[in-house]
């Protein structure tokens, strides 16, 4: 959140301040399938589309390097931009910014192509810069540096075109480690591209056309030296190093041109992981550019086509690319960088500017359509059924999905088109105890052969015509089907002959008929009672007694038609209890006293028109409104909201969910998808982000220059105290909350 303050409070008092209005911790659950990134391009500030790489200061906010546009400095809000400019000496050296790195200290260091190595000042926002004197020995070795290292000792080392220098940060004296006459660091075709400590301390670097070396951190010098050899199937895959890493299992990747390389280092022997281009499942490309392991143990690889992370279990890959219909995806595919910010957020540097990625993993998996067969058929979803072998099934439209989890894609059903018996939109999926799949559809009742992917129409007896469109199935103890006709009440019907034991409808003026013929949904509760919910109020039928009682949720009592009896779905929680969701909030109901009381969005719901509700392993109770999903804590009676940032699919919830025998709850999005929540893995997000100063304006002009003169001794995020004079009365702090969570 960003605010303008106009008052004289001490920064102590107004840092108080801000704490009241951090926004409360976000949630999160498992699934991976199909992150949602966060970009940011040129249409947002940044200053040029190929980003290097990425830092976070001590202030929390993010560096980024752009290959011909300066430096980029971000605080989830702005985007300031340090430049070279040719008037003035303290501006950074070059606009080539091939680097930014952060040492142990603190300060900002820019590598730039051709100007030299840029020192940043935060107290004056200045740089200092190294350049290369032919007259002086100590200077730096070449204007075209490509990045700094510190490694664990303190010493930091300047990868300078195709030489080593270590630095003297004190004096700036530097000393050169590039011609050793019998194996140089890097010849002078073979720029260093990565400087990798191990967890021995062992310094490693990866070159251009130079492969892998071991060098002495004492002397600079290499000691060991790793090069392709094509008569040699163990030695590395390609002279073009560009990334290295080691794992938390001690496995040490190294990443070339050409895959993959994992180093033995007791024999020297490299075994490789090659690009698989065809297989979803294998490396998407060759080239490596750079590789992390996160603070989740996770290997991530940046190739020139695609994001990978890498699943140590099996030996597969995610793969993530850039799809110009989502602006969800990848940037785009070359991943030149990668980082881990303090909040667990991973930057993605590319050619076409950063992505985002949170490393928690997401509160929800959504599963949408798209032009892949392995997709849904249509996000239109109208039912969710689990099956007896824990299978889930999506009917959209005229087709059933079946979900595939060992292939993570989906089957596709779809009946052979018929103009004598069409079997139009499925309403509903149900398998019986015997396992049969029963359809309840827009041109009556069907059944579903699993083995053969065959349609057949139920055949009705003639005397006792079902409907038109059923809406809802299930089967009592008795061995009945309870179906949900369309405007025309609930049917009690023997599947084997097809006989209407029961029907349930509407009779104007009667109490004991069914409150309205519209019936949006029914459970069958474990003693044999039907509970309905029509358009018109709550129904308990009796199947044994032959009776069948109203309930209205009007304040007033009335029954009818009216917003608060307008019923979309019932659930029974572990207590007996009915929670049953109107249109106009939901009710909770006690069938023994027939009490009831109600939640709407004065309470805390996000919508008023609820669509659902379920209880979780814990007695947590979810609910899906018109305007996301609400967790509603028993014990505090608190609602927690998550919407379409949180990652939805989509904010408008159908009453289509199921909870699966395995605790997920299976809910969707209306033409948007499908959602699947697993309640017991979310967690509260603890991190509360920097709140940092980010302008002062005095009488509404921002105050840049900086000095024991001036009106700020330092920029005023470097403040403790700020003294001013009497008639310096008007002024204006900015401040920013550094959380670059897109939901933030």
Not at 494 to 515: I, R, W
């Amino acid at each position: 959140m960003r605010k303008n303050l106009f008052t004289g409070l001490t920064l102590a008092q107004f840092f108080s301040l801000l704490f009241l209005f951090i926004i409360p911790p976000s949630l999160y659950t498992q699934g991976w399938d199909q992150p949602k990134f966060k970009n940011l391009t040129r249409e947002d500030g940044v200053s040029g589309s190929e980003v290097r790489n990425v830092i976070q200061d001590n202030h929390g906010r993010i560096w980024f390097g752009t290959r011909f546009n300066g430096v980029n400095v971000y605080d989830g809000y702005k985007i300031k931009v340090f430049s070279y400019n040719p008037s003035d000496p303290h501006s950074l050296a070059g606009d080539p910014a091939f680097s930014v790195h952060k040492d142990s200290q603190g300060t900002i260091w820019v590598s730039t192509l051709g100007a030299g190595l840029s020192k940043f000042d935060q107290d004056t926002e200045r740089f200092t810069t190294y350049r290369h004197n032919p007259d002086d020995p100590t200077s730096i070795w070449h204007d075209s540096v490509q990045f700094t290292f510190e490694d664990i000792d303190g010493n930091f080392w300047v990868a300078a075109a195709n030489g080593l220098d270590r630095m003297d940060r004190e004096t700036g004296a530097f000393t050169h480690f590039s011609f050793d006459p019998v194996m140089p660091v890097a010849p002078a075709n073979q720029n260093i591209k990565i400087f990798y400590q191990a967890k021995d301390g062992s310094l490693w670097i990866g070159l251009r056309r130079g492969g892998l070396r071991r060098i002495d951190p004492q002397t600079g010098q290499v000691i060991e030296a790793y090069m392709h050899d094509p008569d040699d199937p163990d030695s590395i895959s390609d002279n073009n190093v560009y990334a290295i890493v080691e794992d938390d299992a001690g496995v040490f990747w190294v990443g070339s041109w050409r895959g993959l390389n994992i180093l033995d280092r007791q024999t020297g022997n490299f075994s490789h992981i090659n690009a698989d281009t065809e297989n979803p499942r294998g490396l998407s490309d060759r080239r490596i550019f750079s590789m992390l392991v996160d603070s989740r143990h996770n290997l991530w690889v940046g190739t020139g086509v695609g994001l990978n992370r890498y699943h140590r279990e099996t030996g597969e890959f995610s793969r993530y690319f850039h799809d110009p219909n989502d602006p969800d995806s990848l940037v785009h595919n070359e991943v030149l960088h990668l980082y881990e910010d303090d909040s667990g957020l991973l930057w993605i540097s590319t050619l076409a500017g950063l992505s985002i990625l949170d490393l928690a993993p997401p509160k929800f998996t959504t599963y949408g359509a798209s032009p892949d067969a392995s997709s849904l058929s249509s996000n239109n979803i109208e039912a969710i059924c689990e099956d007896s072998g824990g299978a889930l099934w999506f009917a959209a439209e005229e087709t059933l999905n079946r979900w595939d989890p060992g292939r993570h894609s989906f089957i596709q059903y779809r009946p052979s088109l018929s103009t004598t018996s069409p079997l139009g939109y499925i309403d509903d999926i149900y398998e019986d105890s015997q396992g049969q799949f029963w359809l309840g559809t827009q041109n009556g009742l069907h059944s579903f052969d699993p083995k053969t992917g065959e349609f057949t129409r139920y055949r009705e007896h003639p005397e006792h015509p079902l409907g038109e469109e059923i809406r809802q199935i299930a089967k009592d103890q008795v061995g009945h089907l309870w179906l949900n006709v369309q405007g025309a009440g609930l049917k009690r019907v023997n599947p084997d002959t097809g006989v209407v034991v029961s029907h349930f409808y509407h009779v104007p003026n009667d109490p004991s008929s069914l409150s309205d013929d519209y019936i949006n949904h029914f459970v069958l509760a474990r003693d044999g009672v039907v509970w309905a919910g029509t358009e018109g109020g709550l129904n308990r039928i009796d199947p044994v007694a032959g009776t069948l009682n109203r309930y209205s949720f009007d304040p007033g009592g009335k029954e009818g038609r009216d917003p608060s009896n307008d019923i979309q779905h019932i659930y029974i929680n572990s207590g007996g209890n009915l929670w049953v969701s109107t249109i106009s909030g939901l009710n909770i109901f006690d069938p023994v006293s027939g009490v009831f009381s109600t939640y709407t969005a004065a309470d805390g719901l996000p919508s008023n028109m609820v669509a659902w509700s379920t209880e979780d392993a814990s007695g947590t109770m979810w609910i899906g409104t018109a305007k996301g999903l609400a967790k509603l804590d028993p014990r505090t009676d608190t609602f927690r909201v998550f919407d379409v940032a949180d990652g939805l699919a989509g904010i408008e919830l159908a009453s289509d969910m199921i909870k699966s025998s395995k605790g997920a709850i299976v809910f969707v999005s209306v033409n948007r998808g499908v959602n699947v929540l697993y309640p017991d893995q979310i967690e509260d997000n603890l991190i509360v982000p920097p709140i940092i100063l980010t302008d002062f304006q005095l009488f509404n002009r921002s105050i840049s220059e900086y000095g024991s003169s001036a009106v700020l001794q330092k920029p005023i995020y470097e403040l403790e105290t700020l003294t001013l004079a009497h008639d310096q009365s008007v002024f204006t702090l900015d401040f920013a909350s550094l959380n670059y969570r897109a939901d933030a």
